[in-house]
């Protein structure tokens, strides 16, 4: 007996930014905060489950209205003795943060945040990314 499938794609039509920074997540949120006029606010971590054994947490902040998602997350897991530490995209394993937004009034970009972004103290370098083309992409999916 074949079992039918039921093949649902994703949305991936949010702006993903990778960053590059040795700040600590805590002052990132608070200098994108105070730049942009968010309320990024730590939020329960993301946990994410790779395999039977273990599951891996990634730092998870958030500012949420009813048009705008912005959401900053640590890229390297929290690791401890149970866990060990992994990445969120392996594939961008160089840069330390991404910053997910999800802007249904289209009035916030991905160049009009990167722009601003570069030319902040602590950011060594930021890359705009096309979710569609992550190998896995389907970790971004919470």
Not at 31 to 41: K, P, Q, T
Not at 85 to 111: A, K
């Amino acid at each position: 007996m074949t079992m039918a499938r039921l093949n649902v794609p994703y949305d991936f039509s949010f702006e993903l930014i990778a960053l590059l920074s040795s700040k600590k997540p805590h002052k990132l949120a608070w200098e994108i905060n105070r730049i942009f006029g968010f309320s990024l606010i730590r939020t329960v971590d993301i946990c994410l489950n790779f395999d039977k054994e273990f599951d891996m947490y990634f730092i998870n902040y958030l500012y949420k209205t009813d048009h705008l998602s912005v959401r900053l997350i640590k890229n390297k897991s929290v690791s401890d003795m149970e866990n060990p530490g992994g990445f969120l995209l392996p594939e961008l394993n160089q840069y330390d943060y991404f910053l997910i937004v999800e802007d249904f009034s289209e009035e916030l970009t991905s160049e009009y945040i990167a722009d601003i972004l570069r030319n902040l103290q602590g950011i060594e370098h930021l890359l705009q990314v096309e979710a569609d083309n992550l190998k896995n992409k389907e970790n971004l999916l919470f």
